[in-house]
Each structure stands twice: as structure tokens, then as C-alpha cells.
Antibody
Framework: QVQLQESGPGLVKPSQTLSLTCTVS??????????WNWIRQPPGKGLEWIGY???????YYNPSLKSRVTISVDTSKNQFSLKLSSVTAADTAVYYC????????????WGQGTLVTVSS | EIVLTQSPGTLSLSPGERVTLSCRAS???????LAWYQQKPGQAPRLLIY???SRATAIPDRFSGSGSGTDFTLTISRLEPEDFAVYYC??????????FGQGTKLEIK
């Protein structure tokens, strides 16, 4: 059974860059069948898709975040990562990584999520 | 961008009751790309329904989905105590864009 686990700093200062990593276990990130996504949820609010990466490095981002987001993949470590630059308090959220079947357009496996707070 | 509007925002019901949650799209969407998730406090969302009406692995048959065009529903035929949670609909749209509804909270009456 595939498992995803987010890791990274829980506190980031305004204007700095948020960096998170998702480690995938129980399956290979290089399987051509899946997209690897980041989704976030501000406290008490709904879900927002950030973007995804294919193992080849192809990425797609939410247009509202595109100028600040970079998603990358490290196939040797079975990991993918998120960088969000120039953060503000509005970027405070629980960040989830999630797997998507490349032919299905929904998210079937999720990490437990990690809270990132933007504060000085 | 397609906007998904869920209603009502909160529902207060008792175990054993039947409930139907609504998800309305701002324009007609493909039923192949409509999914539902359940989220409990402190947990990640869990996939319930995909392709409007297909249940995900290990989802009980008391959960069912239906709809087409702009109107989609999630029905729970008989509420169990563990079903009280927040429910989100999600759509995949053109230009590779995923959107979620704002959620419906199901609370115990």
C-alpha cells in the first residue's frame, strides 16, 4: 500500500521561501501511471490545489500560485518537493501531498499533512 | 475557471437518517471528472466517489453519487456515527486545473 509523508519546517518567516518534501513509500514515484500533487488547506477553510509533477519532471501549477511555485522530483530518493516563494500570512495552511492516477483526475492517496505557519 | 458551490454549509442530522449533499458547478462539467471526499478533524481527505458515481476502494455502499451537467449529489442512505465529517466535491477542468467546493459539514443533531 502506497504511503506519502510530508516533511519540512513548520514555521517560515514572511517573504521567505516555504520548502516541503513528500516521501513516497510502498510504490515507485517513477511509475508512469501517476501524478504527484500538492494541495493546501488554510486553518478552518477549504482545499486548494497547488500543482503536480510527473516523474519525468513535467509540471502543472494553479495559475493563482504559478509565479511563486516550483515542484521538483528526486527519483533516486522517491521524493517530490514544493517550494513557495515570497510567502505571507495567507500562505499559512496544512500542506498535503497526494497521488493522482494519471487517467483518473482525482486524488486517491494523501499524506497526513503538515502545518506551515508564516509568521515573524 | 469553474466554481463549485456546495450546499448547505452545515447540516445537523441524527444517526440513521438519509442525507443528500449538493454540489453545483458554475458551468456544465463532465461527470467523469467529479469526485467527492470526506474529511474528519485532523485528518487528510479520503476519496469516497469518483467519476460522479463510482465508489472508491473500501467505501461502504451506503455512499452513492449521482448527477450530470451542473448538478451533482452525494447521498448517504443511513448515517452512521463515523459519517459526521466535512464533505468536499472536486472537479478537474480544462487547462489542467483542479477545483474544490467549499465543503458541507455534517454534524450530529
Amino acid at each position: 500500500q502506497v504511503q506519502l509523508q510530508e516533511s519540512g519546517p513548520g514555521l517560515v518567516k514572511p517573504s521567505q521561501t516555504l520548502s516541503l518534501t513528500c516521501t513516497v513509500s510502498g510504490g515507485s514515484i517513477t511509475s508512469g501511471d501517476y501524478y504527484w500533487n500538492w494541495i493546501r488547506q488554510p486553518p478552518g477553510k477549504g482545499l486548494e490545489w497547488i500543482g503536480y509533477i510527473y516523474y519525468s519532471g513535467t509540471t502543472y501549477y494553479n495559475p493563482s500560485l504559478k509565479s511563486r511555485v516550483t515542484i521538483s522530483v528526486d527519483t533516486s530518493k522517491n521524493q517530490f518537493s514544493l517550494k513557495l516563494s515570497s510567502v505571507t500570512a495567507a500562505d499559512t495552511a496544512v500542506y498535503y501531498c497526494a497521488r493522482e492516477d494519471s487517467s483518473a483526475f482525482f486524488f486517491d492517496y494523501w499524506g497526513q499533512g503538515t502545518l506551515v505557519t508564516v509568521s515573524s | 475557471e469553474i466554481v463549485l458551490t456546495q450546499s448547505p454549509g452545515t447540516l445537523s442530522l441524527s444517526p440513521g437518517e438519509r442525507v443528500t449533499l449538493s454540489c453545483r458547478a458554475s458551468q456544465s462539467v463532465s461527470s467523469s471528472y467529479l469526485a467527492w471526499y470526506q474529511q474528519k478533524p485532523g485528518q487528510a481527505p479520503r476519496l469516497l466517489i469518483y467519476g460522479t458515481s463510482s465508489r472508491a476502494t473500501a467505501i461502504p455502499d451506503r455512499f452513492s453519487g449521482s448527477g450530470s451537467g451542473t448538478d451533482f449529489t452525494l447521498t448517504i442512505s443511513r448515517l452512521e456515527p463515523e459519517d459526521f465529517a466535512v464533505y468536499y466535491c472536486q472537479h478537474y477542468g480544462d487547462s489542467v486545473m483542479y477545483t474544490f467546493g467549499q465543503g458541507t459539514k455534517l454534524e450530529i443533531k
